[in-house]
């Protein structure tokens, strides 16, 4: 997040999202323990000017999580206060915990023209794509369930209790992966990069994207 800026500023007022923005917006969705977070490292390795936008949560910090780093940290209270506002542009409730989109984070960098990356639910993936119809959402999926398995235990934060419930999660989740625009298996981490990539660089050149470009090179030819 940007300086850390306190999310609660100059989020009062809902703008128009409707608009078409000229950066790109990515999300990034799958069960969790499936690889979103070392996904995103690396592609930030790759395209550094790429923004990852974390997201808000009102759970407890794991290990070293750091605020504002991995995600904004704020009381159940607050939230609710900022659903209230409008200020939220999606949210989902997970395990009891609340989990959500900052709006004026996202819409700055978008009207800044820079590229967008967020990790965020399924649901949410599915509320951005409605609010801006050109975002692309990336599901990614595990080679298996014992991969997903063996990954959550590994994390050794957990006991078996919440692991289960993570599994019966990420069963409902898989069931809406058709609705996405694309499906990564996270079974080889540089090639699920490289594709999540080259979905950002073909879309750069949708013909959307190039309006400005085209509109230059017609008034060169017509003024010829």
Not at 36 to 43: A, F, N, Q, S, Y
Not at 77 to 93: N, P
Not at 183 to 211: H, P, T
């Amino acid at each position: 997040m940007k300086n850390q800026q306190d999310p609660t500023e100059q989020m009062a007022v809902m703008p128009d999202i409707t608009s078409k923005p000229s950066g790109l917006i990515l999300c990034l969705s799958g069960p969790s323990g499936v690889g979103k977070d070392t996904v995103i490292r690396e592609l930030q390795s790759l395209r550094p000017n790429t923004k990852h936008l974390v997201s808000m949560t009102t759970r407890s910090p794991r290990g070293q999580e750091q605020q504002g780093v991995d995600y904004i940290f704020v009381a159940k209270a607050e939230f609710e206060e900022l659903i209230r506002q409008d200020a939220i542009i999606e949210y989902d409730k997970y395990l009891d915990h609340y989990y959500g989109t900052p709006l004026h984070p996202l819409l700055e960098q978008i009207e800044q023209g820079n590229d967008v990356l967020l990790d965020i639910t399924v649901a949410g993936s599915l509320a951005v794509k409605e609010k801006f119809p050109q975002a692309l959402i990336v599901f990614l999926l595990p080679p298996s369930i014992e991969v997903l398995l063996t990954r959550l235990r590994c994390r050794g934060t957990e006991d078996e209790a919440v692991i289960a419930r993570r599994i019966k999660a990420a069963a409902a989740e898989i069931k809406q992966a058709s609705d996405f625009d694309y499906i990564i298996i996270n079974d080889d981490l540089e090639r699920s990069v490289e594709i999540i990539n080259s979905i950002y660089v073909a879309s750069r050149a949708e013909s959307d994207y190039m309006a400005a470009d085209i509109a230059r090179i017609q008034a060169e030819f017509e003024t010829y």
